[in-house]
């Protein structure tokens, strides 16, 4: 078993630290409101620590999964950053979906006091990390991923290396971008089924074997129908996600024509009040 | 068994009278160049009509299955159409993906005559009708659907009623909207991950299961990701179809922003030589 640090405890870390403790890792974790850190060793034991150097202190990895980019470099670098406690010969594991630019940066400067990083953001939402079945896209050198692997099977079922470090990063982008076009069709086909008269649901069991299919169609489509957005992954974090891969596919020379536009499209999304609304809610402004 | 006409027989039209052949009925075919009926007679037994009023004579089943609108007026309609050969009693099933208003232009000068009429488009594609597991989409009333439904089960997996006349067409015409929007967002992120040196193959392989997952993701990665597209759907009938979808959402009210635009990026391939290119390349105008 191993000595864990775990930094961050919202929807995904709070439940991907418990699997750790379960597991039977000895377990510090660090949040910025302590109170939460507090229920967490309450129900999962472990310890907890002030700051992000203090809980990091002998650990063997240490994993973050905040918010975005800056969040990221404020729990890892600075006097009371993880960077500060960790030993030589240790491993940071970020598990935020942040620019691979940053897990670049996060690398050379964990490089500088030997200790190895690799870029990890999951995905398969709060419900993945609860049940303990995430999809985890690492970046990194082979032999800390598989130096780490048994450790992240806490929490994650397909834990995948995906290149040198960043490459956690640019997969999870291939991901996001994928879900932005494929639930837009899925938004547009059900708000004209809807005009149409059509019954959503004898359409969509005809149609979701076949090729126009999708993950998304299968988990989405009775609430979409309803008009139910109140769960899932809230459109303000998916606009962080996309806003990454824009600019990351400004930097690669992509063209990434309707990512684009379906950013903007939750950009009216946020506007009508629908910050905290699950990605599906695209189908919300077709029908205003 | 049936007495069956049938109208047409193209990539998919060809089989799919194949299979009712084959299931027994007694089936006479028609096409517009004479030597594919003969080769289909040759293949199949059966018959062949020199028009599609004499193909219909004494049919209780009479399928049509050609290009667009105008294809299937010239079929049906005028003094050598089916419907100038057809009993009164039996049942037209126009399997042409074309338009709701042509259903209901079929079907009122079907009832005129006593004739009853299904609109039913399909979708699986040429391999589809081939190996007999066609999705079919129903538009009409139940009983008539009730009583061809058994013959339609020679080529057909998944047959449903979705309701009245024209219910098949506009059924279709979301399945197509879905492909659409899932498409191009599996475009942009496939040349993506090109353009950051992902291996396409490891990051699908580790997100297809998941919120991204999609038919066409695990079907037509790898070609996509060799630039393959001699093969499968072709650009110019899914542009065919598009054409439909966005004069019914005018119609209807439907706002289908996504769908638009990518009918104008398969323009776009079309002006690169892909008329005859499968649906996935909307990938190659990416990478220009």
Known sequence: MAKIA??????????????LAAAGHETTVYNRTGAKAEAWKNEHGGHT??????????ADVVFSCVGNDDDVRSVVFGDDGVL???RTGATLVDHTTASAELARELSAGAGEKGIAFLDAPVSGGQAGAEKGILTVMVGGEQVR?????????????????????GSGQLAKMMNQICIAGLVQGLAEAIAFGQNAGLD??????????GAAGSWQMENRHETMSAGRYDFGFAVEW??????????????????????????????EVEAMGGKRWDTSSLLARLKR
Chains 1, 2 share one sequence.
Do not use: W
Not at 145 to 165: C, H, Q
Not at 200 to 208: C, D, E, F, P, R
């Open 200 to 209: 959503i649901g004898t359409v969509i069991g005809a149609i979701s074997k």
């Open 6 to 19: 775990f930094i961050g405890l919202g929807v995904m870390g709070y439940p991907m630290a418990g699997h």
């Open 145 to 165: 991923f598989d130096a780490v692997r048994p450790v992240m099977a806490a929490y994650g079922r397909t834990i995948t290396l995906m290149g040198p470090v």
């Open 49 to 58: 620590a002030p700051t992000p150097r203090e809980a990091a202190e002998g």
């Open 84 to 86: 500060a406690g960790m």
């Open 238 to 267: 998916m606009r962080k996600d996309l806003g990454i891969c824009l600019a990351e596919a400004k930097r690669n020379g992509s063209s990434l024509p309707v990512t684009a536009l379906i950013d903007q499209f939750y950009g």
